[in-house]
Nanobody, 112 residues
């Protein structure tokens, strides 16, 4: 079993940046993904990174968001630049082990 804790969310103006962190309670050499869920919308994949460092992104964040990981710190990051109003959501990380483990999320609010 593993616990995931997200942090780094907050209120930022459009065009600004935030860096989210997802810290795992133990080493997880598996794919970790960031998802987000806006009010009234389904949860959607934002970005994912394999243990080998391969990444993929939703079209809506390509060129603006960067996912990375530091296995020595059991941490996956999501650097978010050029934030838009539509990036407002609760952001969750997920680790895909024998089961999928989710964190509780961190709120990101982008204001005009």
């Amino acid at each position: 079993q593993v616990q995931l804790v997200e942090s780094g969310g907050g209120l930022v103006q459009a065009g600004g940046s935030l860096r989210l962190s997802c810290v795992a309670s133990k080493s997880i050499f598996v794919t970790v993904a960031w998802y987000r869920q806006a009010p009234g919308k389904q949860r959607e994949l934002v970005a994912a990174i394999t243990n080998g460092g391969s990444t993929n992104y939703a079209d809506s964040v390509k060129g603006r968001f960067t996912i990375s990981r530091d296995n020595a710190k059991n941490t996956v990051y999501l650097q978010m630049n050029s934030l838009k109003l539509e990036d407002t959501a609760v952001y969750f990380c997920k680790a895909s082990l024998a089961f999928d483990y989710w964190g509780r999320g961190t709120q990101v609010t982008v204001s005009a």
